[in-house]
């Protein structure tokens, strides 16, 4: 099954952005989009990665031992730290939605405040 | 649009977009058979290069140091928008953190989570700044580092109360830390500019592969970004803390 990874990535590609657009609650869209996100993970590093490959990094290893692509390990990592505050901002928009409304349903938003 | 509209123009639209991303995707080359270049190139010569044992953290401090400092500066905004939505807003008052106030019925800490919170502090701490100053070395660095860091602040408030968080982390401290760590990333980059080379040119001594003291301008780097990850962290955290224990609309009761 060498098509598996990429299956995983488009499956929770969709799936997210199905959570988001049926989503009743602001937190758990956000979190929806966090996972149709996490779809770029799993396709980054499983394009970057080579079988029998090694992490790359050449402390206790030689240089020129497989490894995988560190190009796609470095685009991952930023993206999981950069996703978590944006994650944080969208809370954030959260809280003061809910301020205003008093719901958390998109549906209700602007329809009975008092 | 009613919900169950949407449902249907949603799953028409995915089983479209799912149509192209299986027929892309199919077109890749076989999961495990790697046939970029990069990688490979990167994997050869970034050692003996950049002097640094971590390809990944030579790849995203040097080689695309530029991309990661715009990285950075996301972080930074995003942190930056989550303290101004979260400020006090016209209508409500900021009070003294009250935990034990009538309307936050939060069950009360149990002894084990403050002493098992105390106790890993000291290592957390520890932990953290090992994975930032060995980041070109080991896997770690600065945002990996820098988060750990922040988890220490987290302990603190668990196994305390909020004003115990706000005073091993006082705002000016955390405030001072981001600013810092994305100030000190650009003026790095600017290092190279003054030695005659380009933006973010690696100008710094190499020394040896394999010692804490190497690879140039990548520890450093590593530094501002753990002191600016950790520090917006924080101030993340008691950003959201403060709406629940600090910030009150008008009429709740306190």
Known sequence: ?114 | MTPALRRRVFLIAAAAAGVLLVWGLTGLPDYGTYAGPYGHVLNQVAVAERKATNVVAAVTFDYRGIDTMGEEYILFAAVLGVAILLRAQRDETEQAPDEDAADRNAPATSNAVRVIGLALVGPVVLFGLYLVVHGHLTPGGGFQGGVVLATAALLVYLSGEYVTLRRVSPESVTDLAESAGAAGYVAIGLLGLAAGAAFLANVLPLGHPGALLSAGTIPPINLAVGLEVAGGFVLLLSEFLEQTLVIRRPGEVT
């Open chain 1, 1 to 114: 099954m060498s098509f598996l990874p990429y299956g995983v990535a488009a499956w929770l590609l969709l799936v997210g952005l199905y959570g988001v657009v049926t989503s009743r609650n602001l937190v758990h869209a956000i979190i929806c989009l966090s996972v149709a996100q996490s779809s770029t993970y799993i396709l980054l590093l499983s394009v970057g990665f080579e079988r029998g490959g090694t992490a790359p990094i050449f402390l206790d290893v030689p240089v020129g031992t497989k490894a995988v692509d560190p190009v796609v390990g470095a685009l991952a990592l930023t993206d999981v730290v950069v996703g978590a505050t944006v994650s944080a901002l969208l809370l954030a928009l959260a809280v003061q939605a809910y301020k205003h409304h008093g719901t958390l349903d998109p549906e209700r938003f602007g329809r009975d405040q008092d």
